[in-house]
DNA sequence: TGTTAGCACTCTCACGAGTCGAGTGCTAAC
DNA sequence: GTTAGCACTCGACTCGTGAGAGTGCTAACA
């Protein structure tokens, strides 16, 4: 069977039509609507068509048609049109991340925010990662007698920083006479590079050894860049005024997903790409089962990436949810940006 | 009327059946329980003063009685049991709280996990603050050829960091210089001291003006510590789990009042108490009527507390969040002081 | 005087029958 | 190819009923 201009036409009037109202489409809907010159028989036969093709469900025979995952997939792909985010919202998110905070958690913090008040659905941003991060200075700020701030400032002007312990007794121009020579000898290598360096210049420097080898664990807990990455969401309690979740225990094991970083991980992994949807069952999680993912990325500099990502039902609005994302992907790389260079 | 020992039992009995069942408790199931040697109908007419006393409510004339505010009120004051936490549940905690991460965020956010699990309610932590902070060191470290992070090491061995931005060309020594004569005057001095006389201090040097003015910026900030203590929150689903929650549009408003790092600060001021119980109406957020919230504190050296909260049903298991909390409490303290002195 | 058995009463909850309405599929006519 | 008509289906809602749990009251008992 062929898929003919009437049969999109009038799938995507039941994708529209769905996605505002939650409610299974009738042929006399559609029928009734403006630009559709058919009477709801005529629609009936093609409903009957589209559902034998995938595209459409019917919960029960007296019931409406509802899109399926696959109508959803044809939609993103083809169907939908592409709009640009209108004045008042981009003014909106621009108003929000202009308090010049600085403070890249800050920022993943309010851009979740801010995601998730305009689409009303949930929001999900990490922080930026590094493909390839170099060392450019590592330095030891005293804390206490036995214990020194260890700070590591990275090509992409990315700060890491851990509480380390130092022997007794040295002095703030000791760690900072010390915080040269290891600038010096790391300054340009990746982190991976740097490890290994450092296991020879441990042993070299004797006394210090303790030292380097705390020096060495901070570099492998930072080389496992996921645990360290800031995760923000925000709106957890927007999905919930959706029909679809009036069902407490699906909401609950919604909400248990969302606390946990590792899936949550999964979620955003973007494969690089700019732009992702996931529809439903694309999504591996089964308590996502009717949600669909979608994610961007922004970007610092040449090669520091993270990645934002809504979170809604199924039928969510996706031509609005890419063009916020698309509008919040440049307002935070230039934001960002901006501080680092 | 006076309230005698009999009507205590009766209604400690009843409490601790409803805690467990949530089920409005009948005259029967009281008599029925052990070490109770009385009819249902001698029990139905301490039930009736009771009522009449305030501390019973009855939701329909022929269902059982629930206990009121009131009713918790007198139970965690006078009738509960206190317990000391299982030697299990305290292998738990330290096993989750022994990876030694020595980051507070991850320390915070670790033990808000274990509380959440430990109880099936939801639980707060805030990072430590402290109530008079003075000044130990501060530091400059370049991170791009226009920007700094300033280290802000205090007393407590508490740290806050921020970048700002320095004049072009400033190079390392110069900088470290520049942080030598910083710690010098500012050594000892508090937070709000230390603001006013960089007032002083940056007019005469002049050239730095604009750097000291970045410098007061960070130090105002602090100042409203609020602000900028991390907090962290887990176990957001669990409450859906119960019956309380099974109406989706409070699940969702709970789930908001989350989301507000505001009103989950007002929680967890905790007015320097040890430990506060609040129940129901005596938390002055409307969608948390019927919800109590428990918080105990945790400290770091003499004047450096936090706080950590369990948000769960009015009918939540006193005592045992009490123990959990007593327990945990001693646990942070222990780790967060190890890690700095 | 305190305690208990008995009993009528109340109210919720679960269940089933009946009705309504939205929507379908099919057929026949245009 | 399109449409009107119609019988049919199925969920949502309403109403009535009966069971069950629990109460309050009264009268009897120790």
Redesign the interface.
Known sequence: MKIDDRKYMILQAIIDDYIMTAVPVGSRTISRKSGVGFSPATIRNEMSDLEELGYLDQPHTSAGRIPSAKAYRLYVDQLMKHTELNEEDTRRIQEHLNKRT??VEEVIRQAAMVLSDMTRYTAVVSGPTAKEITIK?L?L????DS?A?L?I?TST?M?K????PVPEGAD?DQL?GLS?LL?ESMAGKSLSEAREQLGNFGTKLGQHRELMSSVIDVLDNQLDGDASTPLMV????NL??YPE????EK???F??V??SREKLGTLLRGNGVEFTVRIGPEIDIPEFADCSVVTASYHIGKDTTGTMGIIGPTRMDYARVMSVLNYMGKAISDLLSG???
């Open positions: 600085a403070q200075r330095q700020v005293p804390v206490t214990a701030l700070i400032v002007g700060l920083e851990k509480l380390i703030a900072y040269k600038t925000g709106g957890r309690s919930l005024s979740y009036s069902d407490v909401a609950r094991s909400l248990a969302l606390e501080d680092r260079e």
